[in-house]
């Protein structure tokens, strides 16, 4: 089955303890994204990889890092949460081809992360 | 910056009838925009989309449309039902930005049995 698949989808955790939310996509797209859900704001962009080892800020980049080694795996790094981090985090996915794409993404189910 | 606004933030209406969502977006060089639906607990789902040089397109009893010229799009749902309550989202893609997606804060629609 076609799926993104993000890890933990609950984590309650304190102030300045470093967190790594994983996210894995098993339909071989190049697009991967991060974003964020706020009550009143709607999803914001974090960070996006159109490929292995090429990633850029979104939206609201300050206070994560991600990577991209393999095509699959976009994990999200917050370094030193607080409590301004506490939200409902999503990761995408999509078949990407030239400057844009025509194909709708992939979301996985969201991560609830509260930062205490 | 774009924004994308989507009016009224919640609808409910009684289980049958049809009903329309808007969404409006500031900057018309869209490369495509998406429909989704959102659940309590759960991921978005990919309901339509309609690529800028598309004026509707269709799935089922939904019926999404999209002008452009004035920065607006509607989700048609045709013979509503219970199990069409849920959050639903309209995104644009722009064309200065790889797939990236900006999102209105959602319409949550409650149809009553």
Known sequence: EAQVTQNPRYLITVTGKKLT?????????EYMSWYR????LGLRQIY???NVEVTDKGDVPEGYKVSRK???????????????????????????????SNQPQHFGDGTRLSIL | KQEVTQIPA????????NLVLNCSFTDSA????????????????????????????TSGRLNASLDK??????????????????????????QTGAN??????????????
């Open chain 1, 21 to 29: 939310v994983t996210c894995s996509q098993n339909m071989n797209h």
């Open chain 1, 48 to 50: 996006y990889s159109m």
């Open chain 2, 69 to 94: 010229s004035s920065g607006r799009s509607t989700l048609y749902i045709a013979a509503s039902q219970p199990g069409d309550s849920a959050t639903y989202l309209c995104a644009v893609s722009y």
């Open chain 2, 30 to 57: 869209i490369y495509n925009l998406q429909w989704f639906r959102q659940d309590p607990g759960k991921g978005l789902t990919s309901l339509l989309l309609i690529q800028s040089s598309q004026r509707e397109q």
């Open chain 2, 10 to 17: 919640a609808l409910s209406v009684p289980e049958g009838e």
């Open chain 2, 100 to 113: 990236n997606l900006f999102f209105g804060t959602g319409t949550r629609l409650t149809v009553i049995p």
């Open chain 1, 70 to 100: 393999e095509k699959r795996n976009f994990p999200l790094i917050l370094e030193s949460p607080s409590p301004n981090q506490t939200s409902l985090y999503f990761c995408a996915s999509s078949s990407f081809v030239g400057q844009g």
């Open chain 1, 37 to 40: 859900q706020d009550p009143g």
